[in-house]
């Protein structure tokens, strides 16, 4: 089983704030992903990254892969009522059949 | 394109019963995984098929949870018989053929809904 931790577990902001979730392991991964979920729903994928030292940006999310492809952050800016939910970081590797494994999860609360 | 669809949305049985969930994929999609997700935690690999076979089910409680996908397309999930600590939402999630696409393409998952069990 390939662990992968994520800080914080819990974060509480008000709007306008930035932020930043990390998701580190020991474990070298093919690619990471990093899912949202709502109460209720499944988790929905926001973005994928499989270069080391990679950065994406999705409006006002950066995603950035580490260089040896061990760890990966998610940064909010200006955070927005609707960033509300439970973040997800999940690697796979390709040679060992494509398992996702998730993070333990940060529950992102964000106060207007 | 629809997406992964999973039934019932919601169980409450009693401990020591049974309880099936079944998933439908997306069209196309040769593999299928099962997770658990207790509440606040992030999911945990219970199963992976790739078509009707089995790829990982170190995970899978192999005394009361079993799971099979006999035509490579639908699933279902079985428990038996079923322990409180049972109480948790179960994905099933599905993805292209990691084997016969560009490597890229491999790494996307989509989820479904989820079915939310309880054990009282």
């Known amino acids: 089983t390939q662990l992968l931790e994520q800080s914080p577990q819990f974060l509480s902001i008000q709007e306008g704030e930035n932020l930043t979730v990390y998701c580190n392991s020991s474990s070298v991964f093919s690619s990471l992903q990093w899912y949202r979920q709502e109460p209720g729903e499944g988790p929905v994928l926001l973005v994928t990254?499989?270069?080391?030292?990679e950065v994406k940006k999705l409006k006002r999310l950066t995603f950035q892969f580490g260089d040896a492809r061990k760890d990966s952050s998610l940064h909010i800016t200006a955070a927005q009522p609707g960033d509300t939910g439970l973040y997800l970081c999940?690697?796979?590797?390709?040679?060992?059949?494509?398992?996702?494994?998730f993070g333990t999860g940060t529950s992102l609360t964000v106060i207007p | 394109e629809a997406g992964v669809a999973q039934s019932p949305r919601y169980k409450i049985i009693e401990k020591r019963q049974s309880v099936a969930f079944w998933c439908n994929p997306i069209?196309?999609?040769?593999?299928l995984y099962w997770y658990q997700q207790i509440l606040g935690q992030g999911p945990k690999l219970l199963i992976q098929f790739q078509n009707n076979g089995v790829v990982d089910d170190s995970q899978l409680p192999k005394d009361r949870f079993s799971a099979e996908r006999l035509k490579g397309v639908d699933s279902t999930l079985k428990i038996q018989p079923a322990k409180l600590e049972d109480s948790a939402v179960y994905l099933c999630?599905?993805?292209?053929?990691?084997?016969?696409?560009?490597?890229?393409?491999?790494?996307?998952?989509?989820f479904g809904q989820g079915t939310r069990l309880t054990v009282v």
């Open positions: 999940a690697g796979a590797q390709w040679d060992t059949g494509n398992q996702f494994y």
């Open positions: 999630a599905s993805s292209l053929d990691y084997r016969r696409t560009p490597r890229l393409l491999n790494t996307e998952a989509f």
């Open positions: 069209s196309g999609h040769a593999t």
């Open positions: 990254v499989v270069t080391g030292g």
